[in-house]
């Protein structure tokens, strides 16, 4: 049995160059995240989407345990200061992302939604585990779209 959990990370238009020209290996969350951050271990996945485009983009293992950076300035968004170190396992260019939607009739996800069309608040808030089914289902889709 897979013993590793599985989290969604946002990023947005700025903040995802922002992380690669940092070295692409330190994921931040907000401060008010902390509880849940403690929760992620190293051999656990993020699953990187790109709000605005909708777009599942990368894959990321986490090779750390969480720790607190308010030093090391990544973004000009926020310090982000809950942090762990991450390898990217599967990476897509934004404009080749998956689209979120597409994914969606597979995904346990959105099966409890009162509305169809209120779906992107499931993208509201990171980090937020996601069942491991939904996890390898976006995987595969990132590394078809490698291809």
Known sequence: ???????????????????????????????????????????????????????????MEVTSDPYFDTETKIWTQATFPCRVKVNIQHRLEPEQGVPVLSLAPQLKLFDNLKSPTHWGLLFRTAPRELPPEDSQIIIKAIQNAQI
């Open 1 to 59: 049995m897979d013993q590793r959990t599985y989290w969604l990370c946002l990023f947005n238009a700025t903040t995802w160059p922002e992380f690669l020209a940092a070295g692409g290996n330190t994921m931040g969350f907000p401060n008010t995240q902390h509880k849940t951050i403690f929760r992620i271990k190293p051999g656990d996945y993020i699953l990187a989407y790109m709000t605005k485009a909708s777009k599942w983009i990368a894959a």
